[in-house]
């Protein structure tokens, strides 16, 4: 008898630990990965790299690979493959599951200003500002509409041809408050803009804290609903051994 066929939409730590745990168990696992990095982290299981070509593709690949579950575990802010996923999963009666890490919540001494969109936030900063943008390189489409500000831009892979206000950092987090702190000191920085997120990327938030600098948080978009939704690692492990009818010999834990 074949092994059930799971296919994770990876691309955050939280993917990399449901890989980990999925592979202890009597599955077979494809981990799916955008390529928005040239070097992405190691995962266990058969890694594909690339899109599916939208919901088409992505509806015919789970029909040919025969996928008994689709989890999606992509990031918050990834808009278009958690819809796409959703529907393609409806098309060929695929049961999907989404893990989705908690958003952040304002804590003592963070000053919150919510906005719909990156271009929101940039529009709403007062001119002469010097930002530290969060957002990674998902970010240039948007970064020549105010050219009256200094945007420093933090992304993972390095970034070219972007608009002459706009200081391109490269690094790989994780990243302590203090490092976030030094970085806002030494660049002048006077706002933070930033994605909700969630997970374990708060230190830069407690570092705009510190310094007594205002926070454009930029609101998740609205995905939620799309699929049963886990915030818990073993939670969504205990639905998957539900779905798959599975008996894991150490249980669905993490």
Known sequence: MNKPHILLLAGTAEARHLAEALSEWPVRLTVSLAGATSVPARYPGEVRMGGFGGEDGLAEWLKKEDISLLLDATHPYAERISPNASRAAKRKDCPLLRFTRPAWEPEEGEDWQPHPSLEAAIEALPAGARAFLATGSGSRDVLGIRSD???VLRAIEPLEDLPEHVEALVARPPFSEAQERELMKS????????????????AKLAAAAALGLPILMIERPGTSGIAPDFHDMADILRAVAMWLALDTPSGPTP
Not at 188 to 201: D, M, P, Y
């Open 187 to 202: 660049r002048a920085v006077t706002h933070l803009v930033t994605r909700n997120s969630g997970g374990g990327g708060r």
């Open 149 to 151: 500000l200094h945007l």
